[in-house]
């Protein structure tokens, strides 16, 4: 299990951006792929993007149409989650998670791989 925190989560009005970070606490960080979810109010989760351990691979929710942007930085064990041009419909709370691979440059969003979760960050857009 890889402790993990996210930030970054708020209220923003619609065609605002924000950048949610997720930071681990636990050791051998870049031995871990990541991925971030999202859950809305009345459904289910769903996976947005996932970052290879190398950071060289990723991998977008086609919905996202661009607007996502996910990054990691091995030196701060943090991944980062850009987010532009935000809709109402991006209201939900968000999620990282992290999966132990072998493979350095692969990642997925399959969510029943991922044995390590954060608590969430909130991001509310208004429109």
């Known amino acids: 299990q890889m402790p993990l925190v996210e930030s970054g989560g708020g209220l923003v009005q619609a065609g605002g951006s924000l950048r949610l970070s997720c930071v681990a606490s636990g050791a051998n960080w870049d031995d871990y792929a990541i991925a971030w979810f999202r859950q809305a109010p009345g459904k289910e989760r769903e996976g947005i993007s996932c970052?290879?351990?190398?950071?060289?691979?990723?991998y977008y929710a086609d919905f996202l149409k661009g607007r996502f942007t996910i990054s990691r930085d091995n030196a701060k064990n943090t991944v980062y989650l850009r987010m532009n041009n935000l809709e109402p419909e991006d209201t939900a709370v968000y999620y990282c998670a992290a999966e132990l691979r072998v493979s350095r440059e692969a990642c997925t969003l399959l969510a029943a791989l991922y044995p390590s979760w954060g608590q969430g960050t909130r991001v509310t857009v208004s429109s």
């Open positions: 970052i290879s351990r190398s950071g060289d691979n990723t």
